[in-house]
């Protein structure tokens, strides 16, 4: 038969690991998040979490749902790729509530953005010297920003 | 049927995007492609990324860089990128060598570097492929930053925590496209789902000469660039 005469401190050293483990669980419990390694080591709640932060591009689908006309006149023109918010900027508000107006764009500013005249752009990338190419006259004096080839000014859409 | 983008556009509408149907987190394996012939460095899409995300000035998630290869200085190419090439580039005149744009981003690695040093599990791929920053379990130590090997990371300025790309996530989830490729004028950069079959991804790779960047890292980097020059670090 097995003596425990002398192993009472042995259990006494056992139950001391036992109730750190069983403390060590319970902080585990209340300090690490519920979902927490449920696709890996991290937090799962995170993924849902980013997802729903908010939008502010609200997308050509979007844009295309109302703005039927605009869409008619851009699908044949040389701006055909080109979605609406890359122009218009993020309009997700406007159409969330229709009410609220975007403010008017400035062709000076945008269309140069893109056809600026540089030796760095590639060279099959329609680009101008503005000050040389239309003497100082707004852009849309001859081209319709969503159509933009030169048409007859009595065209639908046309310059006007 | 309706596109998903449109579904999903009625549950932003009324504030509940993250109840939009049809997104399975295991179909879904992310990626970009982006097509440097056709970058024409507008810095369309840098903007819209910081419209989108709220992105601090002087921190990028996206930018661009434009080079300038000349014909003896191959090995040193002159790369500039003014304030990310946010207001576009200035004109360049000297006509000589060749200039090309690059746009850079999170390349979203499978195989991560940035992930895999994080010690508080702040930061990981999901399943379908985005490498994220859990910002209230980010501690803001950083080694994310130094980890990244195409400097895509940085601190939040008032956070304190390490923020980068998300792939614009919460848009993908809802069937929409990321900010920077909506606002591309020229289809420069285009958002690729590798698990989707039908993607036209598949037919490009197969079709052009496509790299990734640092590919001796083996990062596992998931954006790819079509005819990237040699010269790109």
Known sequence: MINLKDTGHLFRFALLFVIAFVVFLIIRHFVVPKSFGEYGHYRGAAITEIAARPIHFAGHEACEACHIDVLDVKKTGKHAGVHCEACHGPLADHANDPSIVPAKLDTAVLCVRCHAASAAKPKGFPQVAAADHSNGLPCETCHQPHSPGLVPATAPGGAK | ?233
């Open chain 2, 1 to 233: 049927m309706l596109p998903a983008a449109a579904i999903a556009w009625k549950y932003v509408l009324a504030g509940t995007p993250e109840q939009s149907p049809n997104y399975t987190t295991d179909e879904h394996w992310w990626s970009m492609l982006i097509d440097i012939p056709k970058c024409i460095g507008c810095g369309n899409c840098v903007r819209a990324c910081q419209a989108e995300n709220d992105v601090p000035d002087g921190n990028f998630r996206t930018w661009v860089e434009r080079y300038h290869v000349d014909d003896w200085k191959m090995e040193n190419p002159e790369v500039i990128s003014p304030d990310g090439g946010k207001e576009g580039f200035p004109a360049a005149t000297d006509e000589s060598g060749k200039y090309f744009f690059v746009p850079k981003m999170c390349n979203h690695c499978a195989d991560s570097p940035c992930t895999q040093v994080c010690p508080v599990g702040a930061t990981f791929i999901t399943p379908d492929g985005v490498v994220l920053v859990d910002q209230t379990y980010c501690l803001g130590c950083a080694y994310c930053v130094q980890a990244c090997p195409y400097g895509c990371r940085y601190i939040h300025p008032t956070k304190k925590v390490a923020d980068k790309c998300t792939l614009c996530y919460h848009r993908i989830t809802k069937g929409l496209t990321t900010a920077c490729c909506e606002s591309c004028p020229t289809g420069a950069r285009q958002l690729a789902d590798l698990k989707n079959p039908n993607d036209p991804i598949h037919e490009f790779l197969k079709t052009h000469e496509v790299q990734i960047l640092k590919p001796q890292m083996a990062t596992g980097a998931k954006v790819f660039y079509n005819e990237l020059d040699g010269s790109v670090r």
